[in-house]
């Protein structure tokens, strides 16, 4: 198993101090990789009628004035100042910006940072946002496939032309390329279309503070999808993205926490599933030190234990 670090991009924490030096110290301790979230302007939660995934009464979303970073200009920060790491979005809501600008950056992004970036994609989970940006909520999910095959059309070939119910343009050349080609993409989601879409586009599938059975439950759902389209399963990883608490019980999915040997066990059982990928999110008291800490006691006490 491989780990990533999710950076501070969000809430206080979410300053050029800490970015940096999350991103210094995920590379000097041997994280694979650091990520981003993606949200850009949003009213109070407590106002929506959409519904935040993983809390009914959207109390785990933050209030409309809290900090945000944008996640690709937090990657391409960040890239700068690593050399190994890899850079990803769990997940960029792929309908929030415009498919040739999307693929400009990423492709930027992956150039400049020699092939690091990896495409983590979701369609995203509230109206009104949406509709606070101008980009249309309706149809979400087949606008979502189009533009990843608009991105995989300006990603591997030389004059461009797309012409799909939602998007038409071209022809138009699109330089620079990805580093190696394309760039991989790690679908999100919890739905039957999310599976669809990893199975048919995805080179991994990325769960969100999942317990271990219902990630179980989900990547049936993935298998399933490949044997509709004759996808072997096993071309696709399996990776997953929880919160990180030490010497603190919590019952809540998608939490590793307790002590060093019990998160151990934790993470034992994702693997036994297939999972390949861990992304934490982690949350510690004492400011950027304690969380520094935490990140360094992960990466010496755990991540040795899975790899």
């Known amino acids: 198993m491989e780990f990533g670090l999710h950076l501070p991009d969000a809430g206080q924490m979410a300053t050029r101090e800490a970015m940096l030096a999350y991103a210094r110290t995920a590379e000097e301790t041997g994280y694979a990789s650091v990520w981003s979230s993606d949200h850009i302007a949003w009213p109070d939660p407590a106002k929506l009628a959409s519904k935040y995934p993983y809390a009914d009464d959207n109390s785990g979303f933050p209030p409309p004035n809290s900090p945000w970073?944008?996640?690709?200009?937090?990657?391409?920060?960040?890239?700068?100042?690593?050399?190994?790491?890899?850079?990803?979005t769990t997940v960029l809501i792929i309908g929030y910006r415009g498919a040739?600008?999307?693929?400009?950056?990423?492709?930027?992004?992956?150039?400049?940072?020699?092939?690091?970036?990896?495409?983590?994609?979701?369609?995203?989970?509230?109206?009104?946002?949406?509709?606070?940006?101008?980009?249309?909520?309706?149809?979400?999910?087949?606008?979502?496939?189009?533009?990843?095959?608009?991105?995989?059309?300006?990603?591997?070939?030389?004059?461009?032309?797309?012409?799909?119910?939602?998007?038409?343009?071209?022809?138009?050349?699109?330089?620079?390329?990805?580093?190696?080609?394309?760039?991989?993409?790690?679908?999100?989601?919890?739905?039957?279309?999310?599976?669809?879409?990893?199975?048919?586009?995805?080179?991994?599938?990325?769960?969100?503070?999942?317990?271990?059975?219902?990630?179980?439950?989900?990547?049936?759902?993935?298998?399933?999808?490949?044997?509709?389209?004759?996808?072997?399963?096993?071309?696709?990883?399996?990776?997953?993205?929880?919160?990180?608490?030490?010497d603190h019980s919590s019952d809540k999915p998608g939490v590793l926490s307790g002590s060093t040997e019990q998160i151990i066990d934790q993470l034992g059982a994702y693997a036994d599933l297939g999972v390949t990928h861990t992304v934490v999110f982690c949350a510690a008291r004492g400011g950027l030190d304690g969380r520094l800490d935490a990140i360094r006691r992960f990466a010496a006490e755990v991540m040795p234990q899975l790899r």
């Open 100 to 246: 040739l600008q999307q693929a400009k950056s990423w492709a930027t992004l992956d150039y400049l940072s020699g092939g690091r970036a990896i495409l983590g994609v979701g369609v995203g989970w509230m109206k009104e946002e949406f509709e606070a940006i101008g980009m249309p909520w309706d149809r979400r999910g087949e606008r979502a496939d189009e533009f990843l095959e608009i991105f995989e059309a300006l990603f591997t070939q030389d004059a461009v032309s797309f012409d799909g119910p939602f998007t038409s343009f071209g022809p138009v050349g699109f330089s620079p390329k990805p580093t190696n080609g394309t760039i991989p993409v790690w679908v999100g989601g919890h739905t039957p279309a999310a599976y669809r879409r990893t199975a048919k586009y995805g080179s991994a599938f990325h769960s969100a503070f999942s317990s271990v059975e219902r990630l179980g439950q989900e990547w049936d759902g993935v298998r399933r999808a490949c044997d509709e389209i004759g996808r072997d399963p096993s071309t696709i990883e399996l990776t997953m993205l929880c919160n990180l608490v030490f």
């Open 69 to 88: 970073l944008d996640c690709l200009a937090s990657l391409q920060f960040v890239a700068a100042v690593t050399e190994k790491v890899r850079l990803g």
